[in-house]
């Protein structure tokens, strides 16, 4: 079974999504670690398997006495099979990397050995994708991309980044950056030049990992684009300080770059601070 067989399955499959995620070989194909497997393992709440057994779907105890359903001709279920944490891929929840690896571990067989390599090759390689957004995407989403992408130059890891910016609106689209926004940037010693506006679409909510707003109706102006958000991918760039919630004020409407400055550069730091703690993105090392 391909990506698509299983996108095909899980999209008849009547449950709700978040009472149920995808483990093992299924999960590893979904996330494209692999192409291919030969059914669908997915791990469920104990509510989910109480309403099974209900409907009187049959089922078998596991060896730490956990129900397991079948569910037609290539899905099994298991009832709290849960390693890591979850994540959402292609719409639906995922066991994470880490997990993954722990749930192949624990299986011990050559194949599972096998797909340990495969998901340990996957997390060297994958890059992280953020994009950050701003009503037009010439003053304050691409101010928060260069300096992104200058502190992960400075920590080493711009291999391990696809950092972007986008507008929600249509109104600067192929313009450059704003002279004062360019200007500010340089006077950090940091170059945009060649950056043009662009409309962010539905498909970056697939195709980054985090979509970063400046503000409130950036945030509101994103998810009418994108349709709902069920990964919680975006969020504001002061969510990652002391300052949650906040917004950071357009300098097109104050005129005050110096402040836009230094709030996008706290919270530039705040989401490396971020990255670090949760994702085990380290840098360099003294």
């Known amino acids: 079974m391909n990506k698509e067989d299983i996108l095909r399955q899980l999209d008849t499959f009547p449950f709700d999504r978040t009472e149920y995620w995808l483990v093992t070989g299924a999960a590893m194909v979904l996330c494209g670690i692999k192409k291919e497997t030969g059914d669908i393992d997915l791990g469920c709440s104990e509510k989910l398997a109480d309403r099974l057994e209900e409907e009187g779907f049959l089922f078998r105890y596991t060896e730490d006495k956990k129900r397991c359903f079948r569910y037609g ?4 279920i298991f009832e709290n099979w849960m390693k890591g944490a979850l ?6 929840q995922t066991v994470d990397a880490d997990g993954l690896i722990e749930m192949k ?8 050995r096998k797909d340990i390599a495969l998901i340990e090759e996957y997390v060297r390689n994958r890059k992280t994708g953020i994009l950050f957004v701003c009503h037009g995407n010439i003053c304050r989403s691409p101010m928060a991309e260069f300096v992104m992408k200058e502190l992960i130059r400075r920590e080493g890891l711009e291999n391990r980044f696809d950092i972007a910016s986008a507008a929600t609106s249509r109104e600067e ?3 450059p950056v704003y002279p004062p926004a360019k200007r500010k940037l340089k006077e950090h010693g940091i170059d945009c030049t060649g950056k043009t506006a662009r409309q962010m679409t539905k498909a970056d ?5 985090m979509i970063i707003c400046m503000d409130s109706w950036n945030v509101k102006n994103a998810l009418r684009i994108t349709g709902p958000d069920h990964e919680q991918r975006i969020t504001k760039l002061l969510d990652y ?4 919630g906040e917004d950071i004020s357009d300098p097109w409407y104050t005129g005050d770059f110096e402040e836009a400055w230094n709030d996008i550069s ?3 730091e705040g989401l ?3 990255l670090k703690e949760h994702m085990g993105y380290g840098g360099k090392r003294s």
């Open 73 to 76: 001709e290539n899905i099994e």
């Open 205 to 209: 909510l697939e195709n980054f990992d």
């Open 266 to 268: 706290v919270g530039c």
């Open 105 to 112: 571990k624990e299986l011990g067989r050559e194949k599972d």
């Open 272 to 274: 490396l601070a971020f």
């Open 241 to 244: 300080t002391d300052r949650k």
């Open 87 to 92: 994540v959402w891929c292609e719409g639906f």
């Open 173 to 175: 689209i192929g313009n």
